[in-house]
């Protein structure tokens, strides 16, 4: 099973949730865009989550695929957000860097 649409919709859950004031403010210091930017950024980090996992998978089992991805997604970003909200930024990060490495695989 590819992952990629899991790591991408990690990172735009990320976007999204650093785009509300309440999960921005425990991350000062960081240079993070406006929260305009991240919430386009973070919406159509899910829409290409889900273009890939159909594109791979095809229709039916890519978006069921995509659905089960996404859960499993939010549910680890609400757990290092509430634990390590840093870390969570920076594995967002990572993941999105390690995605098109993945699709070789």
């Known amino acids: 099973m590819p992952y990629e649409s899991g790591l991408i919709s990690f990172a735009a859950f990320t976007c999204l949730a650093l785009s509300m004031k309440k999960h921005r403010s425990g991350l000062e210091p960081l240079a993070l865009p406006s929260p305009g930017v991240l919430r386009v950024l973070g919406w159509g980090l899910l829409a290409l989550s889900a273009g890939v996992a159909v594109f791979r998978l095809g229709g039916a089992l890519g978006v069921t695929s995509w659905i089960g991805q996404m859960c499993v997604a939010a ?21 999105l860097i390690c995605t098109p490495f993945l699709a070789f695989l």
Not at 88 to 94: I, K, P, Q, R
Request: aromatic share 4%; proline share 5%.
């Open 75 to 95: 549910a680890l970003l609400v757990l290092l957000m509430s634990w390590r909200p840093r870390a969570a930024t920076v594995l967002a990060g990572v993941g």
